[in-house]
């Protein structure tokens, strides 16, 4: 079964050229992918491909100007609690606890305290936070305050997770270890996550099939589907055929990584 099916998509930007004169800026342009459901989808593309536009899309947080987005078998909402989106930025309120940040959708939609502190409270212990419950993001390290941000769209419950570079800003290390306990944490109820990422290893190690974006305008050019064991462990990524499947990807990113570089080289 699908959860998201976009056809001939299209995603067009007014901007102004090195002349000062407005001009249209094809970001998406016949855009097709179909999402299954329960599956971890990562897109790959060089910068600028259109990635976080169409996350963005799903999201609510942007338009499209033609083709159609169904989710669900129904026609794209703008609003919906349905989904959920982690940004690479941490995006938490300073002034509110840890339990208070993972709180705060369920507050919007009006969860009675009790039940909101108790689901709250359960998420927090899904990443490992439970002592950290009364603590300020300000007092946590990047990588904790990721996991609040994660815990804290997982606690609402989405259907689908939406996740835009969110391990791009931590070092190597925890970046990893937050590899794995995402993992941990899709393994447990599959929930669709459509997953950007720059890092091929990211996205070979996460996902069931990887989608390579073009270089502008944005479609997608192959998906590779990603034949390895799970769970994913450190034997899976130093495997043969983990490497295979890198150099195969990375083949197909690089011409594209290429021909963004000539775009950018010759202006808009």
Known sequence: MLKVEARQVERNFSIRNSLGRKVKLTVLDHFDLDIREGEFLSILGP?????????????????YDRGEILVDQKPLQKRSFDRGMVFQGY??????TVLGNLELGLEIR?????????????????????RF????????????????????????RPNLLLMDEPFGALDAQTRENLQI??????????????FITHSIDEAIILSDR??????????????TEIDLPR????????????AQIRQKV???????????????????
């Open 231 to 242: 769970p994913r462990t450190e034997e899976v990524r130093n495997s043969a055929e983990f």
């Open 210 to 223: 990887v989608a390579i974006m073009t270089a502008r305008q944005g479609q997608i050019k192959e998906i």
């Open 250 to 268: 990375w083949i197909l990113l690089r011409d594209e990584a290429l021909k963004a570089e000539s775009c950018y080289a010759g202006g808009i």
């Open 133 to 156: 419950a009364n603590q300020y993001p300000s007092q946590l390290s990047g990588g904790m305050r990721q996991r609040v941000a994660i815990a804290r769209v997982l606690a609402y």
């Open 91 to 96: 995006a938490l309120l300073p002034w509110r």
């Open 110 to 130: 009006r969860v009675p305290k009790r039940e909101r502190r108790a689901i709250a409270s359960h998420y927090l212990e899904l990443v490992g936070l439970t």
């Open 181 to 194: 306990e995402l993992l941990r944490i899709w393994e447990a109820d599959k929930k669709t996550i459509l």
């Open 47 to 63: 910068s600028g491909c259109g990635k976080s536009t169409f996350l963005n899309i799903l999201a609510g947080l942007d338009d």
